[in-house]
């Protein structure tokens, strides 16, 4: 340990990456929110019916284009200096569901934008192959998600597609918006989006399958 390094240590300097942790704005009737979320998810718990947290990640360019983290190679990878779309082959839009009874993650992957149709297709999806048979007594969903993109709170458009889904699967659907500005408290923030960046990291996304198979990969022992 050089001098520097225990100086700093002796006075308890220590390396520390920033945390996002104070709220850009605190809206009314904040805390009722989350309480009656809590009530909400709690009976549902105990009926029995599924608690889901749906989101879309950070959509990704597909090409020769720069990623950060590292990953072991035998050869110098290089990208173009820039990330501009124009140098893109395309993009990939992930829209995710998280199953918070049985600790388990579904992505869809989009190639063009982040809409309401799709939102609704993935949800469908997910419905159809998984949660209809991890739940086959259920008669309601749960749906917690935050006021922005394509599950706006605000939007017709998504009101409608979620009302024809209702129609088409034949059970209720409820949503669970959390207040503005508190996105980062939707359960698939943290326990699956993350960990999908993780698997991902410094790889160059050449193809739509490839970041299909680097997905598919992503776990954790919990």
């Not at 190679?73 to 990330?83: A, N, P, S």
């Not at 149709?117 to 309601?140: C, D, H, M, T």
């Amino acid at each position: 340990m050089t001098v520097v390094q225990k100086l700093l240590k002796k006075h308890g300097y220590v390396k520390r990456q920033a945390q996002k942790k104070p709220t850009t704005k605190i809206t009314k009737n904040r805390n009722e929110q989350f309480k009656n979320l809590a009530r909400i998810s709690k009976e549902y718990e105990l009926q029995g019916n599924p608690i889901i947290s749906m989101d879309t990640k950070k959509k990704e360019f597909i090409g020769n284009l720069y990623r950060s983290g590292t990953l072991y190679t035998t050869e110098i990878v290089t990208t173009f200096d820039h990330d501009f779309f124009s140098l893109a082959d395309g993009k990939v839009v992930p829209d995710g569901i998280y199953d918070l009874q049985h600790n388990r993650g579904y992505l869809s992957l989009g190639i063009s934008k982040d809409t309401s149709e799709f939102a609704y297709k993935s949800l469908k999806s997910w419905w159809i192959n998984y949660g209809i048979s991890l739940y086959p007594q259920a008669r309601s969903i749960l749906i917690k998600c935050d006021g922005g993109g394509s599950n706006n709170s605000n939007h017709y458009i998504f009101k409608s597609d979620l009302q024809k889904l209702v129609n088409e699967l034949n059970i209720e659907i409820r949503i669970a918006h959390y207040p503005p500005y508190t996105s980062k408290y939707n359960p698939i923030e943290h326990r699956l989006f993350p960990h999908v960046t993780r698997a991902c990291q410094g790889v160059i996304f050449t193809s739509v399958e490839l970041v299909k198979k680097l997905m598919e990969k992503t776990h954790k022992k919990t």
